[in-house]
Structures are given as C-alpha cells and as structure tokens.
C-alpha cells in the first residue's frame, strides 16, 4: 500500500486550501481514512475521517469550515480547508485505513500514512 500526499502550503487567515491523498494497492473491504494534523508542541489530532459507509467526522474546530470527501473509486481522498485560522497551521497527515492519531509516516499501528505536508495560515 502506498499513501501519497499532495496540496498544502502558505496561505493567509480566511483563504482556502485543498489536500489531497492518493491510496494505492489496498485490497478490497477496507475504505475508510483519516486526515490528522500537528502543530509544533502539540499532540497529533484527528482532524476529518471518512468511514467506509461514506459518513463524515470532524472535530469541533473545523466543523463548518473543512470538507472530507473522495473519489468514485475511493482512491484518492480530499479534505478542503476554508476559512483557514491561525490555529490550522500544522503539519496534515492522511492514514488509511482511520484509526487513532499517530502523525508518523509509513505503515504503523495497522494504518498506512502519508508524508505530511505542511499547511502555515498567516495573518
């Protein structure tokens, strides 16, 4: 399985960005995944998690402002950023398939994750 990340970057307060994730050679049955993020000095977070019936979880401070979403062949995987604050800057992990926040790269605990991109939100 290979989990390959892609958007991120530097933004002002209130713009918008998108992350992708591109989940390759997964067997059939599982599809869930999760978005997951760390600021410096803080505890990786769940952010966004996709479960395999197509519904959404978020945590409360993005509720209204990310969207987790995927494709028809539930591939690649999205989470939209609007509105993006201060506090959202961090570095954004995607792991397939969902499960606790480990904010690491490669296979751990049962999941597989991303590189991690950075997102900064500047004022």
């Known amino acids: 399985v290979q989990v390959l990340q892609s958007g991120g970057g530097s933004v002002q307060s209130g713009e918008s960005l998108r992350l992708s994730c591109i989940v390759s050679g997964r067997t059939s049955g599982e599809s869930s995944m999760g978005w997951y993020r760390q600021a410096p000095g803080h505890r990786c977070e769940v952010v966004a998690m996709?479960?395999?019936?197509?519904?959404?979880y978020y945590t409360d401070s993005v509720k209204g402002r990310f969207t987790i979403s995927q494709d028809d062949a539930k591939t690649t995987f999205y989470l939209q950023m609007d509105s993006l604050k201060l506090d959202d800057t961090a570095t954004y992990y995607c792991?397939?398939?969902?499960?606790?926040?480990?904010?690491?790269?490669?296979?751990?605990?049962?999941?597989?994750w991303g590189q991690g991109t950075q997102v900064t939100v500047s004022s």
């Open positions: 996709l479960k395999p019936d197509g519904t959404a």
């Open positions: 792991a397939a398939p969902a499960g606790p926040p480990r904010c690491t790269t490669g296979y751990s605990s049962g999941a597989w």
